[in-house]
C-alpha cells in the first residue's frame, strides 16, 4: 500500500483497517463513502448557497 511505502502507516493498521472493512462489509446496512463522494457532496452543497443569494 502507498501509506505504508511512504511510511505514514504500518503494516498492522492496514491489517486492522483491512478486518474492520470486512466486518463492515458483512452487514447488510453498511454504506461506504469514499473522499470522492464527499467532496462532490461539499461542492454541490456550495453552489446550491450560491444560487440562493
Known sequence: MRLV???RVD???TASIRREIEKA???LNTWLITSMV???LAERKTEY????K
Open 38 to 40: 464527499l467532496e462532490i
Open 5 to 7: 511505502e511512504l511510511g
Open 49 to 52: 448557497r450560491g444560487r440562493i
Open 11 to 13: 503494516e498492522k493498521w
Open 25 to 27: 462489509e458483512s452487514e
